[in-house]
T-cell receptor
Framework: DAGVIQSPRHEVTEMGQEVTLRCKPISGHNSLFWYRQTMMRGLELLIYFNNNVPIDDSGMPEDRFSAKMPNASFSTLKIQPSEPRDSAVYFC?????WGTGGELFFGEGSRLTVL | QQQVKQSPQSLIVQKGGISIINCAYENTAFDYFPWYQQFPGKGPALLIAIRPDVSEKKEGRFTISFNKSAKQFSLHIMDSQPGDSATYFCAASNTGTASKLTFGTGTRLQVTL
């Protein structure tokens, strides 16, 4: 079975550019999460969706960040404009039946470097 | 109140030794405590999880010990192997409210030969 698929795996961009990260969750999973990982702050939850609806976006750092889930098999995290402090590894994770202690399945991450 | 505090930040253990990682939480509503393992270049993966109705859960060489009154839980890795070298994250959530999973800051484990 295919796991959570993220693209791109690596992205290097210049400050001010728009960045779009993509995620395909595991088929049948109804919850999707976007995390950011840095050495300083560890794993931070940015936003999560349940049945394609955003439930909690309190972790989104600022208006430059936006996330969408147009259907059950695709989500995007967009940063516009990007800044050097956005450099991090961004993980997408999906889960079946979240809320009952369902396991999170993480993708391999998208490493973003903003110069 | 949502924090999960994890220690140590890093740990070096000899092959065959016992690795112990500790976590503490404040929110008494938390009722689900998983541990995730992350290898370099990979995403975290669920290793083992416990609910507060038991004080210990064992899966192979991995054991979670849970102390509800102290609001602490720990991961023990018995007979540690070089292949266990990874970063370990504890986490907690309140499944009753489907709250988000709050992760600890991680422990980088290195098992030496």
């Amino acid at each position: 079975d295919a796991g959570v698929i993220q693209s791109p795996r690596h992205e290097v961009t210049e400050m001010g550019q728009e960045v779009t990260l993509r995620c395909k969750p595991i088929s049948g999973h109804n919850s999707l999460f976007w995390y950011r990982q840095t050495m300083m702050r560890g794993l931070e939850l940015l936003i999560y969706f349940n049945n394609n609806v955003p439930i909690d976006d309190s972790g989104m750092p600022e208006d430059r960040f936006s996330a969408k889930m147009p259907n059950a098999s695709f989500s995007t995290l967009k940063i516009q404009p990007s800044e050097p402090r956005d450099s991090a590894v961004y993980f997408c994770a999906s889960s079946l039946a979240w809320g009952t202690g369902g396991e999170l399945f993480f993708g391999e991450g998208s490493r973003l470097t903003v110069l | 109140q949502q924090q999960v505090k994890q220690s140590p930040q890093s740990l070096i253990v000899q092959k065959g030794g016992i690795s112990i990682i500790n976590c503490a939480y404040e929110n008494t509503a938390f009722d689900y405590f998983p541990w995730y393992q992350q290898f370099p270049g990979k995403g975290p993966a669920l290793l083992i999880a416990i609910r507060p109705d038991v004080s210990e859960k064992k899966e192979g060489r991995f054991t979670i010990s849970f102390n509800k009154s102290a609001k602490q839980f720990s991961l023990h890795i018995m007979d540690s192997q070089p292949g266990d070298s990874a970063t370990y994250f504890c986490a907690a959530s309140n499944t009753g409210t489907a709250s988000k999973l709050t992760f600890g800051t991680g422990t980088r484990l290195q098992v030496t030969l």
